[in-house]
């Protein structure tokens, strides 16, 4: 027996559909600019939760389950894992749909970390506190 997986019950942080522009050689939708839709999405989380800026320092443990294809809809659902001092952990995983079809399957997944900066973009406390 298959077991059915559904994509979280939240909503997506960033929804987008995968255009031709963003092919690789073989046709499929390239992973560097999945990986881009990826740190949108945990940048996003970053941002809200520490009220301000905060850049990517490290990705860990991208996986690539499936290929994306142009015309896709392509939704990913990033997540607090972990909170330090002045970095963040988000998990994000990601989802895709034929657009003529109503089921989507997950394609990738890994985590972003994050480092909440100052205005000298300088790390500061993810809570704002000195």
């Not at 940048?43 to 320092?57: D, E, F, L, M, N």
């Not at 995983?93 to 089921?103: N, T």
């Amino acid at each position: 027996m298959t077991e059915v997986v559904q994509p979280p019950e939240t909503q997506p942080t960033i929804r987008v559909i995968a255009m031709p522009t963003d092919t690789n050689p073989a046709g499929d939708i390239f992973g560097g600019w999945l990986m881009s839709q990826m740190d949108l999405a945990a940048g996003t989380i970053a941002a809200r939760y520490s009220k301000g800026r905060a850049s990517t320092v490290f990705v860990d443990g991208i996986q690539f389950h499936k290929p994306v294809s142009v015309g896709d809809e392509v939704s990913l659902y990033a997540e607090m894992e972990k909170v330090g001092r002045t970095s963040m952990k988000i998990k994000v995983r990601v989802w895709s749909r034929a657009r003529h079809q109503e089921d989507s399957k997950p394609v990738t997944e890994g985590v972003f970390t994050f480092v909440a900066l100052d205005e000298n973009a300088r790390p500061r406390p993810v809570n704002g506190e000195a």
